[in-house]
């Protein structure tokens, strides 16, 4: 079973950065997209980023120029870099893999919270 396991969230000021991490027990092969989701209470899962084992990326209108989406297929891992942090980017963040489709596989979610 694939088990997901994130970090690096916690609190920051807005125009500050964070850089959360996801590792996977998957190997890269069997894993064709990564990526992020964040969640506020009483709102629907949003989708932030992704990226595929080529690469390629894509990212949410909100965080584009702002977030940055990476791999290591060596380590396993996808890390997403967040600059110039804003007070609405304030919520739970969840990493997500999948063969076929983002989101077969889920982490247990971290914190992100943007406040002075």
């Known amino acids: 079973q694939v088990q997901l396991v994130e970090s690096g969230g916690g609190l920051v000021q807005p125009g500050g950065s964070l850089r959360l991490s996801c590792a996977t027990t998957?190997?890269?092969?069997?894993?064709?997209?990564m990526g992020w989701f964040r969640q506020v209470p009483g709102k629907q899962r949003e989708f932030v980023a992704r990226?595929?084992?080529?690469?390629?990326?894509s990212y949410a209108g909100l965080v584009k120029g702002r977030f940055t989406i990476s791999r290591d297929n060596a380590k396993n891992t996808v890390y997403l870099q967040m600059n110039s942090l804003k007070p609405d980017d304030t919520a739970v963040y969840y990493c997500?893999?999948?063969?076929?489709?983002?989101?077969?596989?889920w982490g247990q979610g971290t914190q992100v919270t943007v406040s002075s």
């Open positions: 990226i595929t084992n080529d690469g390629r990326t």
């Open positions: 998957a190997t890269s092969n069997s894993i064709t997209i």
């Open positions: 997500a893999s999948g063969t076929y489709y983002l989101g077969q596989q």
